[in-house]
Nanobody
Framework: QVQLVESGGGLVQPGGSLRLSCEAS????????MSWYRQAPGKERELVAS????????NYGESVKGRFTISRDNAKNTVALQMNSLHSEDTAVYYC????????????WGRGTQVTVSS
């Protein structure tokens, strides 16, 4: 059974840093483009960052560009999101997503991890 499990969320002060991890099982990670999405209460789901299956290309949402970094380790079946200079607008549930590089209909989601930025 395919699983994406996020970890690393929690409470952090404004200006602080947090590192999220996504551990995948039941799939070959190198076949999947990976993304982080987030959703805050009352808001639509928002793309935070994405990385191609081979790690060659990355994209970031405008609101996080320059502050967040996505990375992957296919050998360890993990994807990470390093978040720096956090502010209150970053508060959301963060979700890990995997989409097959060639078959977009093969699409998996984690259950999410809560990130709260507050003093």
């Amino acid at each position: 059974q395919v699983q994406l499990v996020e970890s690393g969320g929690g409470l952090v002060q404004p200006g602080g840093s947090l590192r999220l991890s996504c551990e995948a099982s039941g799939l070959v990670l190198s076949q999947f483009d990976m993304s982080w999405y987030r959703q805050a209460p009352g808001k639509e789901r928002e793309l935070v960052a994405s990385i191609t299956n081979d790690g060659k290309w990355t994209n970031y949402g405008e609101s996080v560009k320059g502050r967040f970094t996505i990375s992957r380790d296919n050998a360890k079946n993990t994807v990470a999101l390093q978040m720096n200079s956090l502010h209150s607008e970053d508060t959301a549930v963060y979700y890990c997503n995997g989409r097959h590089w060639n078959y977009a209909a093969i699409d998996y989601w984690g259950r999410g991890t809560q990130v709260t930025v507050s003093s």
